[in-house]
């Protein structure tokens, strides 16, 4: 699959915080998941890809051509959904697409009616009369009815009902049928889990890891069993390893040992959060 889009060695300096050397890639047609712990550094990331913020080094390449010199064009073909929303409250969904549709090209009127109906959204309702699921999902609304290629989303399912974050995560899946891409930002592991395909964690504005998820997954295992089990040999195969009076639980990437040297304990198959506390917890 080739990259959508590229950061390539960006880095950029807030304060105490520091982005460094940044670089990863996302594939077409793949939902990826961007994940890390609050001040990890991925909002910081969103938006200097977006323009949002200029970086001290580095470039970012959208379909092979630079975003700094071809930034209409960027921008005419991705859509956005930040958890910040940056509505105008006192205007109708109506009035807030006119205003929306007149900065794309390829605005499809059509298409946004459609989703309208299908999210179950009226046209005459005020944006500042909505739930905040509602509010996410005209936001998609907006983001996917310009034929955008990469749908770029920072944290949209904090604060949401489990109800409303399935609901979404549908709505990804059936958009990325026709081989659009999403770049999905979340703290909220649990969605990444359903709909996934790609995975990047960053910790203290570093790239920690960047592989396939059901790769990820199946690479590393969550081990339970009593502390017999454990000894110097054995403590060495866990990245991270919590040990109480009870027994002990493990995350491991050496799964094939630990069952050939650990004969009586419960090998399971991990989350994406364990995982992810797994590598910025060692």
């Known amino acids: ?28 047609g793949c939902i990826t998941g961007f994940i890390g712990v609050n001040g990890a550094g991925k909002t910081t990331t969103i938006k200097l890809i977006l323009g949002l913020l200029l970086p001290d080094a580095g470039n970012i390449k959208f379909f092979d051509k630079e975003i700094r010199n071809n930034e209409r064009e960027f921008k005419n073909r991705i859509g956005i959904v930040l958890d910040e929303g940056y509505f105008y409250e006192e205007l109708t969904l109506l009035e807030m697409k006119n205003v929306m549709a007149a900065a794309y090209s390829n605005w499809d009127n059509n298409k946004f009616n459609y989703n309208m109906e299908r999210f179950g959204l009226q046209l005459n309702q005020k944006i500042g009369t909505l739930s905040k699921g509602m509010r996410m999902k005209y936001a998609i609304a907006l983001a996917i009815s310009h034929n955008a290629d990469l749908l ?26 026709d081989g659009k891409s999403v770049f999905l930002s979340s703290h909220i592991t649990s969605d990444l889990d359903k709909v996934a395909d790609m995975l990047i964690l960053i910790d203290n504005g570093r ?12 690479q590393h295992g969550l081990v339970k069993g009593d502390k017999k089990e454990l000894n110097d040999r054995t403590r060495s195969l866990f990245l991270t390893l919590h040990e109480s009076e009870y027994g002990f639980s493990g995350l491991t990437k050496e799964k094939a040992i630990v069952r050939q040297q650990m004969k009586n304990v419960l090998l399971e198959r991990p989350s994406i959060e364990d995982i992810m506390l797994g590598y910025i917890g060692r």
């Open 152 to 177: 770029i989303m920072d944290e949209p399912t904090s604060g949401l009902d489990p109800q409303i974050r399935t609901e979404l995560m549908d709505i990804l899946l059936d958009y990325v049928k």
């Open 1 to 28: 699959m080739k990259p959508v889009l590229e950061v390539s060695g960006l880095k950029k300096h807030l304060g105490d915080f520091q982005l460094e050397d940044m670089s990863f890639s996302l594939p077409e």
């Open 207 to 218: 790239v920690v890891f960047r592989e396939e998820k059901d790769n990820l997954l199946d």
